[in-house]
């Protein structure tokens, strides 16, 4: 892994009214890593994630991507942005009135390419997603919650991205459902050299996929690293949240990722 940050914030302040979600939020996600996002309900992570991708506005600070500002560059620097990386919402976010095929075409649509060439990459990138070539054809409402997770997935990989985000992609799952896409998403980004900035209250998501975590708390990033430096960390929430019950019951195995 190259470890330049491909994402940079610096002194973040959202809020929406008076409400102040993050005040002086600091933050880099370097290039090749799978970054987990933690911290309580409430505690803004998809608010920071939505604010990243200039779906919000932030009152204060700045975020860069690849260089680029994401608030203030010229609108064809955004625009670049805007192909590299692909976001896999919470719900999905899929249009029902569409088949899961031309879900993944909508982000293609401006590339103005020849309908049947679209059609055979939105069926790469469904493949790549894990789901079965008959997939295309449905329907949202006629897919189990984990299929329409891994179209939301393909969806997200539809322009090639450099960056994925994913908001809490494992929630609803069941556990063997979890642990595959837990698997897909590591494959992935290993295979693809994507960088990813993984919402996630799983703790077993944790231990499987992500490289370092960034704890939220306190309306900014109170600490990242991997899970056995902030396993350390005498911060009562953190404490607490990388030493309770759960987390030894998915920290306390080998997953390769405790040394
Ligand atoms: N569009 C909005 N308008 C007003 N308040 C909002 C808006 N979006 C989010 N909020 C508020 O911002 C706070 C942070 O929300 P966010 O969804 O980022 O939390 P989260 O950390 O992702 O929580 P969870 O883990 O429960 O999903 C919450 O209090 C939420 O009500």
């Not at 493949?127 to 329409?148: E, F, V």
């Not at 994507?194 to 600490?223: G, S, Y």
């Not at 030493?243 to 030894?248: K, L, V």
Request: charged residues 25%; proline residues 7%; neutral net charge.
């Amino acid at each position: 892994m190259v470890s330049d940050p491909i994402i940079r914030i610096r002194g973040l302040r959202t809020q929406f009214g008076p409400k102040v979600i993050h005040e002086g939020l600091d933050l880099d996600v370097m290039r090749g890593e799978i970054l987990g996002i933690v911290g309580g309900s409430g505690t803004g992570k998809s608010v920071l994630l939505r604010s990243i991708v200039g779906l919000l506005t932030p009152a204060a600070g700045t975020i860069t991507v690849d260089g680029v500002d994401v608030q203030r560059a010229p609108p064809a620097d955004r625009a670049r942005l805007r192909g590299m990386w692909g976001v896999m919402f919470q719900d999905g976010a899929l249009f029902s009135t569409l088949t899961v095929r031309e879900n993944v075409e909508v982000p293609m649509r401006p590339l103005g390419l020849d309908a049947g060439v679209r059609r055979k990459l939105a069926d790469l990138k469904i493949a790549m997603a894990g789901l079965p070539p008959d997939a295309g054809d449905k329907y949202p409402s006629q897919l189990s919650g984990g299929m329409r997770k891994r179209a939301g997935l393909a969806r997200a990989l539809a322009l090639d991205p450099a960056i994925l985000f994913l908001d809490e992609p494992t929630a609803g799952l069941d556990p063997i459902g979890a642990a595959e896409f837990d698997q897909l998403i590591r494959g992935l980004t290993d295979a693809l050299g994507l960088t990813v900035f993984l919402v996630t209250h799983d703790l077993d998501t944790l231990a499987a996929c992500c490289d370092r975590i960034a704890v939220l708390a306190e309306k900014r990033v109170i600490a990242t690293g991997t899970i056995p430096e902030l396993r350390r960390l005498a911060h009562p929430w953190v404490h607490a949240y990388f030493n309770g019950p759960r987390a030894r019951a998915a920290f306390d195995q080998p997953t390769g990722k405790e040394l």
